[in-house]
């Protein structure tokens, strides 16, 4: 059983950082971010290989976002820099093994409750 719980969310200006964390319990191939906003799709954002340290960003946040993890403390980060307007959403902490394509919510057994980020212009 892996348990994922979040924290970092909040309302910022557009133009400003904000860090997400993902504290995690248990082992995992991988763990990944995504956000939904009203009336659309769960996306994926950015990915991390547990072990290897291997990143993945959505080309729709990269040069922004970046993930990143401290195995020590089994917590991993979400970093989001100049945020936009449209990066408003909830943003979920998932956790998955190593098989299918890393930005299927599908793919993923475990969830976190999801951090808040509002982002206004």
């Known amino acids: 059983q892996v348990r994922l719980v979040e924290s970092g969310g909040g309302s910022v200006q557009a133009g400003e950082s904000l860090r997400l964390t993902c504290e995690v319990s248990g082992n995992i191939g991988r763990i990944a971010w995504f956000r939904q906003a009203p009336g659309k799709e769960r996306e994926g954002v950015a990915c991390?290989?547990?072990?290897?340290?291997?990143?993945v960003v959505a080309d729709s946040v990269k040069g922004r976002f970046s993930i990143s993890q401290d195995r020590a403390k089994n917590t991993r980060y979400l970093q989001l820099n100049s945020l936009k307007p449209e990066d408003t959403g909830m943003y979920y902490c998932?956790?998955?093994?190593?098989?299918?394509?890393?930005?299927?919510?599908?793919?993923?057994?475990?969830w976190g409750q999801g951090a808040q980020v509002t982002v206004s212009s």
């Open positions: 998932a956790a998955g093994e190593l098989w299918g394509s890393w930005d299927q919510a599908s793919g993923y057994n475990y």
């Open positions: 991390i290989n547990t072990r290897y340290g291997n990143t």
